[in-house]
């Protein structure tokens, strides 16, 4: 025989046992039906014959009662043994994952203004020690950052788009001047990078180096003289050596310009820094080009 009662709003259906069969059973808690002395009507303990109500209730009683004491010795036993305290949560956590999902997902719902404000007002207080704990858990757990990045990316990947397009769009100097300087900064880094990325894509070499050709052969006229085109390759080779300095020859009007393209003549040529001609990229400084 069974009877269904309400336990902190949740309605549990309980076996009818007295305290007699219960003990010979070896269960720690019965159930008769019937209300306690208070008039409550839940479990006992077969120890005492005392029911979870009343043992709640005075419980609470006590515990309001000696609040500070209790809060005092929890502190100290949580500072005097944090493994055991750390052990405890985390088989609490592994045996009641998915009740407590459940009920954060639930409680952060109801509670939604609340949490946010206090989430904010923590990382407010804390933004060096999160930053911290950021920066050394990336370094700790690479394979698992990278992971999630490119799981967050798949997920939003249109947004991410839209967002870099408009940003990219409104920052174009910024972003160029930020480059400039990280490229300047991170020579070796950046070297090595590309190197890695060629010898992963050698088709994307082959290409560029079939195109460079073809915009060569098309903006090379019957006429240029190539004797000078080849001393100022030769004295770029030069500098490189005397100086230790990467040079490389540059064509000051862009073959492939977006607003104006030049030819590969040697009125055309100048010899810059490998970092000044990175710097300068596909572009043309007409005020420059005529001072």
């Known amino acids: 025989m069974s009877r269904t009662i309400a336990v902190d709003d949740c309605k549990i259906s309980l076996e009818i046992v007295s305290r007699k069969d219960a003990r010979e059973r070896g269960m720690k808690l019965y159930f008769t039906g019937k209300p306690c002395k208070r008039g409550h009507i839940d479990r006992r303990r077969v120890s005492g014959a ?106 939003h990947k249109e947004e991410k788009a839209a967002y870099a397009k408009q940003y990219n769009a409104g920052h174009k100097e910024e972003r160029n001047a930020h480059g400039r300087l990280y490229y300047k900064a991170n020579k070796e880094k950046e070297a090595a990078r590309g190197r890695r990325y060629r010898a992963a894509h050698p088709e994307k070499g082959t290409e560029k180096a079939a195109w ?46 977006k607003l104006i393209s030049g030819l590969h003549v040697e009125t055309n040529l100048q010899i810059l820094t490998l970092a000044e001609n990175s710097a300068k990229s596909n572009k043309w400084n007409s005020v420059a080009a005529h001072s």
């Open 212 to 257: 460079r050709k073809l915009v060569l052969l098309q903006r090379t006229p019957p006429w240029v003289n190539r004797d000078k085109i080849k001393k100022l390759y030769a004295e770029s080779q030069r500098l490189t050596d005397a100086t230790g300095i990467q040079h490389s020859v540059d064509h000051i009007i862009p073959l492939n310009g």
């Open 50 to 155: 005392c029911c979870q109500k009343c043992e709640r209730i005075l419980g609470k009683l006590k515990r309001e009662k000696n609040k500070d004491k209790i809060t005092a010795y929890q502190k100290k036993y949580r500072k005097d043994n944090p493994e055991k305290v750390a052990a405890r949560h985390k088989k609490y956590s592994d045996d009641h994952k998915e009740e407590m999902a459940a009920y954060q997902k639930l409680y952060y719902q109801a509670n939604k203004e609340k949490m946010d404000a206090q989430q904010e007002k923590y990382r407010e207080v804390n933004r060096e020690r999160i930053a911290a704990y950021g920066k050394q858990y990336r370094k700790d757990n690479p394979e698992k950052v990278a992971a999630l990045m490119k799981r967050h990316y798949e997920n």
